[in-house]
């Protein structure tokens, strides 16, 4: 069965210090990967989807970054934290015949 | 400009009755929709779509509607326990080889026993 991890669950970072967060699936080839961030109060924001390696497209323009290095890999990056980075970040997957997509445990991010 | 919307963003219930969340999209060209599931501090569980195709889809306590003519779908929980207390957020997507999710800002249930 297919399984998706996210590192770390929490996070504290000072502003302008940097940024990696790490998505992984298991158990399927060739996934479609999604960042998404919900920011305090409100809904599920899409940052960046990749539909293969080193294909990355970006929803909206920010602060961050992401980079597909594996075909299961999800990579999202800052060089500098802003205090409007802080959020739950969640990454997912969904396989080409899937219809729904399948989403990682998140990772809170609080930048102080 | 927000193509999927929950305009309510929280909802009480009493246990054993039913719940109807709403959710409104303005993109016509959408093909599928989905309501996730959603605890704190957790990732969204899928917990039942619908494509375009159809106006109505049953899975247990589960049902979605859609109209599309008036660009609107629901989800009912009959009969609701303490146990759906959660974020519920729908969302709807394209055809196309991504596929990416567009979702609406959530609805708080609290089913109160």
């Known amino acids: 069965s297919q399984t998706i991890h996210q590192w770390p669950a929490t996070l504290v970072q000072p502003v302008g210090s940097p940024l990696s967060l790490e998505c992984t699936v298991e158990?399927?080839?060739?996934?479609?990967l999604y960042w998404y961030r919900q920011a305090a109060g409100r809904g599920l924001q899409l940052l960046f989807y990749?539909?293969?390696?080193?294909?990355i497209s970006s929803e909206v323009p920010q602060n961050l970054s992401a980079s597909r290095p594996q075909d299961r890999q999800f990579i999202l990056s800052s060089k500098k934290l802003l205090l409007s980075d802080s959020g739950f970040y969640l990454c997912?997957?969904?396989?080409?015949?899937?219809?729904?997509?399948?989403f990682g445990q998140g990772t809170r991010l609080t930048v102080v | 400009d927000q193509q999927v919307k929950q305009n309510s963003p929280s909802l009480s219930v009493q246990e054993g009755r039913i719940s109807i969340l709403n959710c409104d999209y303005t993109?016509?060209?959408?093909?599928?929709f989905l309501w996730y599931k959603k605890y704190p501090a957790e990732g969204p569980t899928f917990l039942i779509s619908?494509?375009?195709?159809?106006d109505k889809n049953e899975d247990g306590r589960f049902t979605v509607f859609l109209n599309k003519s008036a660009k609107h779908l629901s989800l009912h929980i009959v009969p609701s326990q303490p146990g759906d207390s959660a974020v519920y957020f729908c969302?709807?997507?394209?055809?196309?080889?991504?596929?990416?999710?567009?979702f609406g800002s959530g609805t708080q249930l609290t089913v109160l026993p």
């Open positions: 619908i494509s375009s195709i159809k």
């Open positions: 993109n016509s060209m959408f093909d599928y």
């Open positions: 969302a709807a997507s394209l055809s196309g080889s991504a596929r990416q999710l567009t």
């Open positions: 997912a997957w969904r396989g080409d015949s899937d219809t729904e997509a399948f």
């Open positions: 990749s539909v293969g390696i080193g294909q």
């Open positions: 158990g399927t080839s060739n996934p479609n």
